[in-house]
């Protein structure tokens, strides 16, 4: 039997207890043990809840109880969580958390010293909820060389873009809605500007490349500059607007951004909505894999939890190897990354159109019935050259990219 402490009786752990008592038996069978909640630690009392009996306020009880063997961390935010993580690590016990924050700041340390101990530190949960793509990307993605990865890893604003495509609503609008269903959090900063996202796409860029990419210096544009008119233009041509958190590999070193990016049909994550998640991998030698689902939700992201446990249960006193150091990754500096532009310019066509292709060179305008402004798209050229060229313009509206 493996004994399993809970850190977090909130919608994860709650739903991590959940799945393990009602899916005791197949996760038994699977697992070749029996897997028991001994402990849950949360600072509040559940009177009436089925786990009233083992909620523990202090995580001194739970660290000094000799028949834990496997943590799970789903308490959030940095700290205790960190003192909490690396403690019970230290004791040579796994933890599975579903905390992105601290594995996107605390990754490579916390793996070396599960490494030393023998046990595992294992994250699943930690990007795209209940999508399988942590253990693919350390595993079966194994023998390739990561060439990119392109992400919707966030639901809240995919959602959100999505709402604003199909009922033409403007983005305050959808914004207080998709609050209103529980989709955006009260404070919903982190999710609509990007931060979240970037989050996650540091960690998959971090595990591809086995060094740290901290999420400070990835450029994070979130999607509160996106009006019903940038849609509109989008719909024009045939394309939609996602943020994308995305990295790719340049040589030896490695791009990354978070930002909306505008996306026609022939993309692969063209059709993902609504709240879901999608991952597109590129290995030199699997070529494009592509990973969708629930990026968020209690029983989608405690199942991934919960698949974690197993593995670590199957894996006592054996530490899988996982390959990301503190050496920082190096980037290629943000100025230097291409992509062409759709740009939107206050005045018309006659205002702009020479001094556009003064600055820009070649340009494709868009049409999509506005007669106080002009948009276009750029050739492919560098962050550099955009800025400089709208500087110089000095009537921007708004600019997305497109990949190229
Ligand atoms: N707020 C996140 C989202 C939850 O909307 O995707 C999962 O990290």
Redesign the pocket.
């Known amino acids: 039997m493996i004994n399993v402490s809970i850190l977090g009786y909130g919608t994860i752990g709650s739903g991590v207890f959940q799945i393990i008592r009602e899916n005791g038996q197949i996760i038994a069978e699977r697992t070749g043990e029996e897997i028991t909640v001994k402990s849950i630690l949360d600072l509040r009392d559940f009177p009436g809840d089925i786990a009233e009996d083992i909620i523990v306020h202090d995580f001194a009880e739970i660290d000094s109880d000799d028949s834990v063997q496997i943590v799970v961390e789903t308490m959030g935010g940095l700290h205790p969580a960190y003192e909490f993580v690396k403690a019970s690590l230290e004791k040579g016990r796994s933890v599975c958390t579903s905390n ?1 924050a601290l594995v996107a700041a605390f990754g490579p340390e916390l793996l070396k010293i599960a490494e030393d101990k023998k046990c595992n530190f294992l994250f699943e949960a930690s990007v795209g ?1 209940g999508i399988p793509v942590i253990r693919p990307l350390r595993s079966s993605l194994a023998p390739d060389v990561i060439e990119q990865i392109s992400g919707i890893l ?4 995919n959602y959100i873009l999505t709402e604003m495509t199909e009922k033409g609503s403007d983005f305050d609008t959808v914004l207080k809605d998709a609050q209103a269903k529980g989709y955006a ?1 009260k404070d919903p900063t ?2 609509i500007e990007g931060h ?1 996202a970037c989050r996650k796409i540091a960690i998959l860029t971090s595990l591809a490349y086995g060094h740290q990419l901290d999420f400070e210096d990835i450029y994070t544009e979130g999607i509160t500059n996106i009006t019903d008119r940038d849609i509109n233009y989008a719909k024009k041509l045939g394309a939609k607007i996602k943020i994308f958190g995305s990295s790719k590999k340049e040589g030896e070193k490695v791009s990354a951004m978070v930002a909306p990016k505008l996306i026609t049909v022939s993309h692969p994550l063209y059709s993902v909505d609504g709240v879901f ?1 999608a991952i597109l991998i590129k290995g030199n030698m699997a070529g494009d894999v592509m990973f969708y689902g629930q ?2 939700g209690k029983l989608a992201t405690a199942s991934a939890v919960v698949s974690d446990i197993m593995e670590a249960s199957k894996h006592q006193g054996i530490n899988i190897k996982t390959i990301w150091d503190n050496q920082k990754l190096g980037l290629v500096p943000f100025e230097e990354s291409i992509s062409k532009f759709f740009v939107r310019l206050k005045g018309t066509k006659a205002d702009n159109e020479a001094k556009v292709s003064e600055v820009f060179g070649n340009v494709t305008p868009v049409d999509a019935g506005y007669s106080d402004e002009y948009a276009f798209i750029t050739e492919a050229i560098t962050e550099a050259k955009y800025t400089g060229a709208s500087e110089k313009l000095g009537n921007v509206i708004n600019k997305i990219r497109i990949d190229v």
């Open positions: 992105k909820g966030n639901g809240t604003t959090e982190a999710d979240d998640n990026g968020a």
